[in-house]
Every structure is written in structure tokens, then in C-alpha cells.
């Protein structure tokens, strides 16, 4: 039996362990598919923080970051598109790919 390379454990880690449901993920429906789903706002603050905040007059944004498999998701969202999550509607700010994790940042605009 061949070892598997690096990239296959980091995959399988990726299934089994970080979007685990019974450990980190949570089941969402993103664009009417139901994904296992990392959904971090605390990571939101660390990147506001990072970026000297985000200050917007006159405007409430609901903003998620959301960890998804690229594998599960198809591929890298472009900026601007329309993400639906658990039934609200949001627009892709970025998303980011790491050894086949989306990190998505997605933001609804209320006024």
C-alpha cells in the first residue's frame, strides 16, 4: 500500500477533521445546496482590525465569513456575485483558496 502524499492528507484532514458537522462545520444551504459550512465572524474582526476597521456612514452591512471546500463549492466565487446563505440573499466581497478551502467573505447592505 502506496503513503499517501502530503496534499492527500491535507485533503482528507480538510473532510474529516476541520469541515467535520461533529466537530467545526455546521450543514448550511448556500445557493440551495446543503454544504458543510465554517462560519467565522470572529475572523471578520481580526481583518477590520487589521485594515484600521471599516467605517461606513449610513450603511449597516451583515457580514459573514464563511469555509467551504472548493471541492464542494465548484470553484473560487468572483467578487460581486450573489451568494445565498440559509435563505439571505449576500454578495461576494473576496474569496481566497488555501489547499482547496474557500475562505468567502460575503456581505448584505441595509440602509
Request: hydrophobic share 35%; with cysteine; net charge negative.
Amino acid at each position: 500500500m502506496a503513503t499517501p502524499s502530503f496534499k492527500e492528507c491535507v485533503a482528507f484532514d480538510l473532510q474529516h477533521t476541520f469541515l467535520n458537522t461533529l466537530e467545526h462545520a455546521e450543514i448550511c444551504t448556500i445557493d440551495g445546496r446543503e454544504l458543510p459550512v465554517i462560519v467565522d465572524d470572529d475572523a471578520l474582526l481580526k481583518r477590520d482590525a487589521a485594515r484600521g476597521g471599516v467605517h461606513m456612514d449610513g450603511l449597516y452591512k451583515t457580514r459573514r465569513l464563511i469555509y467551504v471546500s472548493k471541492h464542494d463549492y465548484g470553484g473560487r466565487p468572483r467578487s460581486g456575485k450573489p451568494l445565498n446563505l440559509n435563505g439571505r440573499e449576500y454578495r461576494v466581497v473576496q474569496a481566497e483558496e488555501s489547499a482547496g478551502l474557500l475562505s468567502i467573505e460575503i456581505e448584505a447592505i441595509r440602509t
